[in-house]
């Protein structure tokens, strides 16, 4: 006669034990993730715009200033043929508007590198020590109150989660061992878990199973597409010496190239309409 008790047993256990994994999985590539989207990619951003980004501004801004020089110019000429005021406020209110969308990515851009310069300058960086604690703070704090590890949880699992994020996106390591004392008990540490768990029909387990690993299978591609792509990638180039020393120099060529346009079709409208050279772009 057949033990049929003792294999479903079996089977069962392997089932809890492979849920078990699969939510281990989870937690470990959210807290890969979470760790690119608050740590190292602001890092990697901060350190491309101080390096080439306000160099990519810079041109940007020469751009704009030939751009505008170049199309005063023609609608002066415009204005001329029909007999207007080459130099009428019309044309300026004309030129705002038509190169409205580039001042805005320019602000933006700006805004970008002073967010940069600010988090480089207020950014104390820990010791090695103090660092692998944060992580493992961090790590412990994902695994018991993230929102795709713990669905349904009451809504303090939720704002004490979003704290540990702020804390860990700041190295805030003091708030981190509070957060970690007091959440003892919370979320996935919770004894009803395991209950849950241990309680579940094999039918019941193998949906969990099923449905935590398609969570892992979307999870793996999202950080798989994070690290594929930039601003990621821009890590390896800022990390070439060389490569940043040619990147500025072709930006600066570049850069000084549109202030040569521009100055070339200021004298042209100056020569044709003695107007005043624009000034540059704020």
């Known amino acids: 006669m057949e033990d049929t008790d003792g294999m479903t047993t079996t089977v069962e256990q392997g089932l809890r034990e492979a849920v078990a994994a699969a939510r281990a999985e989870v937690a470990d590539v959210l ?4 760790d690119l989207l608050l740590q190292q990619i602001p890092q990697i951003r901060a350190e491309w715009e101080c390096a080439i980004g306000v160099y990519q501004t810079d041109l940007l801004k020469a751009q704009l200033t030939a751009r505008r020089a170049k199309r005063r ?3 002066a000429q415009a204005s001329a043929n029909r007999g207007e005021d080459p130099d009428g406020p019309a044309i300026d209110a004309m030129l705002d508007r038509e190169l409205e969308e580039w001042q805005d990515t320019i ?3 700006m805004e970008e590198y002073v967010a940069a310069v600010t988090r480089q300058q207020s950014f ?3 010791t090695p020590a103090e660092e692998r604690e944060l992580k493992r703070l961090h790590r412990e704090l994902i695994r018991r109150l993230h929102p795709d590890v713990n669905p349904g949880e009451e809504d303090s699992c939720l704002a004490l989660f979003m704290a540990a994020q702020r804390a860990y996106r ?8 509070s957060l970690e004392v007091a959440t003892r008990g919370m979320g996935a540490d919770a004894q009803k878990k395991k209950d849950e768990l241990a309680a579940a029909s094999p039918d019941e387990l193998e949906i969990e199973l099923a449905s935590t690993q398609a969570q892992f299978a979307v999870l793996k591609e999202r950080l798989e597409d994070i690290t594929s792509t930039e601003p990621y990638t821009w890590r390896d180039l800022l990390a070439d010496a060389n490569w940043v020393l040619n990147a500025v120099a072709e930006l600066k060529g570049e850069a000084e190239g549109q202030r040569q346009i521009k100055a070339d079709y200021d004298a042209r409208y100056q020569e044709q309409f003695g107007g005043k050279e624009q000034g540059d772009a704020e």
């Open 170 to 177: 700041e190295g805030d390591l003091a708030t981190l061992r």
């Open 124 to 126: 104390e960086p820990l």
């Open 107 to 109: 602000k933006e851009r």
């Open 73 to 75: 110019l023609e609608l």
């Open 31 to 34: 807290l890969k993730i979470d």
